[in-house]
């Protein structure tokens, strides 16, 4: 048994019910009600994105190489497992979550170089009343899940900010502006794939804001991961 289920039993995203280890993170019922999840759409134009891949416009919009997603944020089973995370802190949904993610993105992922997963980080005042940051949580299950490193010493959020998802989509890049610092140049690695790790990615200010901080800092290639967008 992997060491993780001893924290976290596996369960399905969809209905809580229990479920064998190394698993979709899905049960079969709820499997059959999302027949294939489809590639996710571009935060910026709204194309779907095969293996993740964005057009140049995009990429300089976004600040990203790539980006992969699970489901929108307005499929239900994906929004209640989402908020239930996120707002009621079902700590356990980090294991299908981030196998779900896991899902989005292993294909893609032999193109990576070196890949390091690095959560958006969460404001030490908010990470007080909450209690745990979210992406942290579904970067160190992911990173079990793929045998991938992950590094939350990298990135810190210097600035506490609104919380975006309250603002109009228009002023979240202002929001967002100078939020996050690099506290360890030395580990920002030009020849490796940062794959930066969020819950949600709305109109991707908030990772474009983190993923350009690291790219002042050195990195080359960094893709942006959620599990849902929209
Ligand atoms: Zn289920
Ligand atoms: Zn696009």
Redesign the pocket.
């Known amino acids: 048994m992997p060491l993780i289920d001893l924290f976290f039993p596996p369960i399905c995203v969809g209905c809580a019910r229990e479920l064998p280890s190394d698993s979709s993170g899905l049960c079969g019922s709820c499997s059959a009600t999302v027949p294939e999840l489809e590639a996710p759409r ?1 935060p ?2 709204a ?1 779907r994105l095969p293996a993740g891949i ?2 140049r ?2 990429r300089t919009a976004l600040a990203l190489h790539r980006f992969f997603a699970v489901a929108p944020y307005r499929h239900p089973m994906v929004r209640a497992a989402i908020d239930a995370f996120k707002y009621e802190s079902v700590e356990s949904l980090a294991v299908p979550l981030a196998t779900l993610l896991k899902r989005s993105l292993e294909t893609a992922l032999p193109q990576a170089r070196n890949p390091l997963l690095v959560p958006i980080p969460m404001h030490e005042r908010r990470l007080r009343s909450r209690g745990f940051n979210q992406a942290a949580l579904l970067a160190r299950v992911l990173g079990a899940l793929l045998h991938l490193p992950e590094n939350e010493q990298i990135l810190a959020r210097s600035r506490d900010t609104d919380q975006q998802a309250k603002l109009p989509h228009a002023a979240r890049a202002e929001n967002i502006r100078g939020a996050f610092t690099v506290i360890a140049e030395k580990k920002v690695d030009a020849s490796s794939t940062i794959i930066l790790i969020d819950d949600v990615v709305t109109t991707g200010a908030t990772m474009k804001e983190a993923a350009v901080t690291l790219h002042r800092a050195g990195a080359r290639e960094i893709w942006g991961t959620a599990v849902s967008y929209g």
């Open positions: 571009c910026h134009c194309a964005l057009n416009d995009c």
